[in-house]
């Protein structure tokens, strides 16, 4: 629990410091920053600049989760057609498993899926995978009162998680932390989620990642996962061989494997808020204005799990920048972040990589937790 304490202290600190501080103490480290492009605050280290500060992506915009007014109707209307035609038909006592981080966007998806689709029996489940922010676990037990749904709590043994994330995190991809150690992080959880509606006899499975995390994170250009993907045994995750990182069989079984269930037993996977495409700000407002979070508790930086100052850390020093600045400029490009904010964000983490401020202890204690050391991870702390 005191490592819990200490991280949720950190994140707050750092926080308060990036709002309060960070713009006075930036002008006198800004020469060792690196430069930021003008207009989504991406890193020159990531994307070049031009002579003006402004990045490649900015000067000819090929945002590829940008959608028309006209699809995102289409899309809307096809996934309330899927929705409205499963109420009531699970065979058991459920229509549809929903991931409940506990976050604004889960929160989002099921009051909106209780709001129209009342018919439709949810349960609501939650992976914990042993680094969960005690703020994000403080919002689901203040949380599922309010939305009065059933829910469970998965927790797989923690070795299982730490050995999973000291694999990714000493065999980091291209993406960084982002995309290895999240992205397995997620795919576990997705995994966890079709083994738990296949047993249930549950037709359904309710994602609610954004269109960028579907197109971006699991390659995917639609709001359902193909079928053909579902039907499929899970071998590898984020590109790592199973086989690698589990030398034990029975750790790699927790992997879906749709070999073990009928065809028929296998559910389909939607994510919902690919269709509404809503931007960042008009799902903080929705879900502030249904009383489902506290503005406190809606910040990435203090719901996020712990290991999150540990992966960006070990980005900036491998990568220049971190994994997570990808998605996040991405969003300022589209109009659906604040670039200031985020910006600030960007280069406060680069300069506590550097200098240990806030983090230095975080990153050590996570890394123990891993059975690391800085050297593993080319982290000079």
Not at 28 to 51: E, G, N, T, W
Not at 292 to 303: D, E, G, N, Y
Request: positive net charge; contains cysteine; aromatic residues 8%.
């Amino acid at each position: 629990m005191q490592g819990t304490a200490q991280s949720i202290r950190a994140a707050s600190m750092f926080e308060l410091y990036v709002r309060t501080v960070w713009p006075l103490h930036r002008r006198f480290v800004k020469q060792r920053l690196s430069k930021r492009c003008a207009k989504c605050a991406a890193s020159a280290a990531m994307i070049s600049l031009d002579v003006n500060g402004i990045c490649a992506l900015c000067q000819k915009p090929t945002s590829n989760t940008s959608a028309s007014p006209s699809q995102v109707a289409q899309e809307t209307t096809a996934v309330a057609e899927i929705l409205r035609a499963h109420q009531g038909q699970g065979q058991g006592a459920y229509d549809a498993l929903v991931a409940y981080s506990g976050g604004k966007d889960s929160s989002y998806l099921i009051r909106r899926i209780q709001t129209e689709f009342s018919g439709l029996r949810l349960l609501a489940f939650t992976m914990d995978n042993g680094f969960m922010s005690p703020v994000a676990k403080e919002n689901i037990e203040e949380l599922l009162p309010k939305l009065g749904v059933d829910h469970l709590f998965i927790r797989p043994r923690r070795e299982f998680y730490v050995s999973l994330f000291r694999y990714c995190l000493t065999h980091l991809n291209k993406e960084g932390g982002y995309g290895t150690v999240d992205f397995s992080d997620g795919e576990f959880m997705l995994d966890s989620a079709r083994e738990l509606a296949a047993e249930r006899r549950i037709p359904l499975i309710l994602c609610g990642y954004s269109r960028y995390q579907v197109q971006n994170g699991l390659r995917l250009h639609g709001f359902e996962s193909p079928r053909e993907r579902e039907l499929c045994d899970r071998v590898d995750t984020a590109g790592l061989s199973l086989a690698d990182i589990f030398p034990d069989e029975i750790d790699r079984k927790r992997w879906w494997q749709a070999s073990r269930h009928p065809p028929e037993a296998v559910a389909r996977l939607l994510f919902p808020l690919y269709a509404w495409n809503l931007e960042e700000s008009e799902i903080k407002n929705q879900v502030t204005a249904w009383g489902l979070l506290r503005k406190t508790a809606q910040s990435p930086i203090v719901t996020n799990h712990r290991l999150i100052p540990l992966l960006g850390v070990v980005d900036v020093h491998q990568l220049g920048y971190s994994s997570f600045e990808i998605e996040l400029c991405r969003m300022v490009r589209e109009g659906k972040a604040d670039r200031r904010e985020w910006q600030r964000v960007f280069e406060l983490l680069e300069h506590s990589a550097k200098t240990g401020l806030f983090v230095r202890t975080l990153v050590l204690d996570s890394l123990a937790e891993l059975g690391l050391t800085p050297a593993d991870v080319r982290v000079p702390f």
